[in-house]
């Protein structure tokens, strides 16, 4: 298969899977309405809804190819099978109590399918940084070819040169005084005849070498700018389904309990975010933006998980005005909540603050968490500073995915200076620091 086939399908069966994710938290908002009595959701639609997934999922199998992806697809499969059950049961029931009974194991179901399919996205990235090596390794030998034959075509002129000046020194030297008086703008003069074969057989044979070079250079830049698109397009992806699923899931609760003010700022909060991430394909955007931003996130998460979560926003006043690439804090900030203050007993406190500091923009995330154990800690480091040679053992569920992508991003736009850094103490909490240069203009600096 050629490569950008197989980018291309990568490519759809990431959307597929991100299209089967929604098809799941409809199914359970459908089997919840159904379940709690709702007259509008009936037991047919609950139906419909199950073979709708049923469809989309095999076909995202047919379009499935490499082993990982498929292993990953088949645990899929299971879920769907258990969610499948579920969902008959829930109908065959009369009672609703009976009903709700079985729309609760149907939610855990919904929730495991998510998260597999989560597994799945990550498997096909897997396989996306293969092909993309590939890529880079015919990129590479292509120009070394390149190489060797401009080498040969040098190694040529000089022979061709030497043999040229000896024994047509004459019809050169006039060749040479003609050449002057073109440039001069005589354009009447024409080149000795005894010569004009061997440099018009050198002339074009270097400006065809040229242009062959150039056409080369622009495919490899061309195929480097879609790359970059893709792995842009890959990180947005991270903004996970069930935070979007989970926050109507608060609305919806808090509807039934007439809290009509929190549901205001609840839907406020969101739109506010997501139109931060969204933002009109727009990469840069101010300091105070994504500050904006995260304390958006922050509230929604707040809601949730209001008894383990507290947390403070420090921002310099000089700070506000200065770019960053869009996305550079928020998977810091869910990286500390998910992974260090959830897996701690109580919860705890989560800092954030953006700093100016010698000519640099420093924006550092810290939490009270549960740390990193030391093994764990220095395979993330040693992810974040080799980038795609250890990135395949972070495709898990530990959150190193989105610290190397942020890291990546940062050294890819404003070079090997800045990036991002981690200090942690097991049991006491982590430090994510990321370093940027000072930016008012969209436009990137001298790396």
């Known amino acids: ?84 059950k579920y969902t008959v049961e829930m109908l065959q029931h009369d009672e609703r109590d009976q009903r709700i009974a079985s729309y609760r194991q149907i939610y855990n179901a ?77 354009f009447s003069l024409a080149a000795p005849d005894e010569s004009v074969s061997e440099l018009v057989v050198l002339q074009d044979s270097f400006n065809s070498m040229t242009i062959r070079l150039q056409q080369l250079m622009e495919r490899v830049h061309q195929t480097t700018r879609a790359q970059e698109r893709l792995e842009l397009r890959l ?58 931003c995260i304390q958006n996130y922050l509230f929604l998460q707040k809601v949730r998980y209001q008894d383990i979560l507290e947390y403070h926003i420090e921002v310099d006043s000089n700070a506000d005005s200065y770019l960053l690439p869009k996305l550079s804090l928020q998977p810091l900030v869910e990286n500390a909540l998910y992974h260090g203050l959830k897996n701690r007993r109580g919860g ?31 395979s993330l480091r040693s992810a974040i500073a080799g980038g795609a040679d250890t990135v395949d053992d972070l495709s898990d569920k530990k959150g190193g995915f989105g610290l190397c992508n942020v890291h990546r991003r940062i050294r890819l736009r404003y070079g090997s200076r800045y990036g991002l850094s981690l200090t942690s103490t097991y049991g006491e909490g982590t430090t994510a620091r990321l370093t940027l240069p000072c930016q008012l203009t969209d436009s990137s600096p001298d790396k």
């Open 110 to 186: 919904c929730e495991s399918m998510t998260a597999l399919l989560n597994d799945y996205i990550y498997a096909e990235i897997e396989c996306y940084e293969v092909v993309n090596y590939n890529l880079y390794m015919r990129n590479r030998q292509m120009l070394g070819q390149q190489f060797m034959l401009i080498l040969f075509m040098l190694m040529t002129a000089a022979y061709l040169f030497r043999h040229i000046f000896i024994k047509f020194i004459r019809p050169i030297h006039t060749l040479v005084i003609r050449t002057q008086q073109l440039g001069d703008g005589n």
């Open 348 to 378: 705890g406190r989560l800092d954030v603050s953006v700093r100016l500091e010698e000519a640099q923009l420093v924006l550092s995330v810290s939490d009270t968490g549960a740390g990193i154990p030391t093994e764990r800690l220095e």
């Open 235 to 292: 990180m947005q992806e991270q903004i996970k389904p069930h935070f979007l699923y989970n926050t109507l899931e608060m609305i919806i609760w808090m509807a039934e309990s007439a809290d009509y003010q929190k549901i205001i700022a609840i839907v406020q909060s969101m739109s506010r975010f997501f139109h931060t991430v969204l933002s009109g394909g727009q990469e840069l955007i101010t300091v105070q933006q994504e500050i904006a």
């Open 1 to 84: 298969m050629h490569i950008s086939t197989q980018l291309q399908r990568i490519d759809d069966c990431v959307v597929q899977a991100k299209q089967l994710s929604n098809l799941v938290d409809e199914h359970s908002s459908t089997s919840y309405f159904f379940a709690s009595g709702n007259v509008d959701y009936t037991a047919a639609m609950a139906a419909d809804s199950t073979q709708a997934l049923h469809d989309r999922l095999l076909r995202l199998a047919e379009d499935t190819n490499d082993d990982a992806p498929q292993l990953q697809l088949r645990y899929v499969s299971r879920a769907f099978d258990r969610l499948q």
